[in-house]
């Protein structure tokens, strides 16, 4: 039995000794994934190097082995984390071949960015949500028995755009801070067997702005940008973010769960300051703001409780409203209300 007040840290001085260890690592044919799994083999690791493109796949894997102390031939399979059979086979491959699994890193992923006025952006959204959280709950879920068997670790690729807006993430985003809050829970469920954490990157020197559909140009202007932001002077490298995963993975990181480590050389807190500043204004405007005559607002789910309270609300602040529900009842109830609250008395649409 697990005991709360037995069970004490010890200095370790061989924490980032990964001898005997098997670390699979998702989008290690490129990028952050392909620091990582490099990382974990040159400490010492077994390591499972997986993308779509098997030239790109095989190349890390080479790469690797190099790196590896006693030379361990890492594993190395072509698998598209969008579809169920490859990631199966991913695991399966992984235990057949080095008998269980300690740490699995969630990091093959893909930005898009995208208004949302954009015809493609639903599309946009679907895709991304496949690959960057869907993917990773879907390989966590598979993983967790064998996970739970050797008192592992699990480590997702977030970013700080999970955290803080920027126009045109919202995709993105979502799906970033969809992983974020997947962390957080499964550390409450799987905890004390299994860590699970997540480290949130700022902008990374790797193919990611190239796949992200952004030209040449634009990618140039924006690391300019965000150059200027950065208080650590230079943009992140994949070596700086293993070395947070390598840390996240090794003993020294014993009583750290459901955490986001952030690894941007400080601009989440500049972007935090900027978004500060807008969100005063957004309040200045919002108190000055509260007339609402001559505007349409309509509410889903007003016939009741939140959506109710809100529609009245916006009623009597002078605005035509659109009450909707799935009882007549109710609608026709709150739409007399709201009338009665209305300055003018706006008349009911519905019924006539
Ligand atoms: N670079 C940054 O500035 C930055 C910042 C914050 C967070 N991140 C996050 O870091 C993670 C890694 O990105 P990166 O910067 O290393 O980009 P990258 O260099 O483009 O690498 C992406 C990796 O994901 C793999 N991948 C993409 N779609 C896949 C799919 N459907 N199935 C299997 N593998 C797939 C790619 O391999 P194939 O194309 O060969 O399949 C590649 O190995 C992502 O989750 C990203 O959101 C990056």
Redesign the pocket.
């Known amino acids: 039995m697990y005991c709360l007040f037995c069970s004490k840290p010890k200095i370790e001085k061989n924490a980032r000794d990964f001898t005997g260890k098997v670390v699979l690592v ?9 620091g990582i799994v490099k990382l974990f083999s040159a400490l010492g690791a077994n390591v499972v190097v ?4 098997a030239d ?2 095989n190349r890390v894997a080479q790469e690797a082995q190099q790196l590896s102390p006693k030379k361990l031939k890492p594993l190395a399979i072509v ?4 579809k169920n059979g ?1 990631l199966n086979n991913l695991l399966n491959q992984t235990i057949k071949t080095f008998g269980k699994l300690d740490v699995l890193v ?6 898009i960015f995208s208004p949302v006025k954009d015809p493609n952006f639903m599309k946009v959204f679907d895709t991304l949500i496949k ?2 959280l869907r ?1 990773y709950l879907k390989l966590t879920h598979l993983a967790v028995p064998y996970l739970e068997a050797t008192n592992g670790t699990i480590i997702s ?5 999970g955290m803080v807006p920027m126009k045109y993430s919202t995709a ?1 985003a979502i799906s ?1 801070a969809g992983g974020d809050i997947m962390t957080r829970t499964l550390a409450l469920e799987l905890g004390p067997r299994i860590r699970v954490n997540a480290i ?12 992200s559909g952004l030209d040449e140009k634009t990618v140039d202007m924006f690391r300019q940008q965000i150059l200027k932001r950065i208080p650590m002077g230079r943009i ?1 490298q ?1 070596l700086d ?1 293993a070395n947070a995963a390598a840390f996240l993975a090794s003993k020294d990181a014993q009583y750290i769960t459901g955490a986001n480590l952030v690894v941007d050389g400080g601009m989440f807190w500049l972007t935090k300051i900027l978004f500060i500043k807008t969100d005063r204004n957004v309040f200045m405007n919002a108190r000055n703001g509260r007339d609402f005559t001559g505007k349409v607002v309509l509410v889903t789910g007003s016939s009741s409780g939140i959506g109710e309270g809100i529609v009245k609300l916006f009623s009597a602040l002078g605005a035509n409203v659109v009450i909707t529900g799935r009882k007549a009842d109710r609608v026709n109830r709150v739409a007399q209300e709201a009338q009665q609250l209305s300055p003018k008395k706006l008349q009911l649409l519905w019924p006539m």
Request: charged share 15%; hydrophobic share 30%.
């Open positions: 998702t989008g290690s044919s490129s990028g952050i994934g392909e997986t993308g779509r493109k790109r796949v698998a598209d984390v969008t490859d969630n990091s093959a992923g893909l930005g690959v960057n993917a690729i977030s970013a700080v755009m993105y970033k949130n990157p700022g902008v990374t020197a790797t193919n990611f702005d190239q796949n992140g994949p973010v």
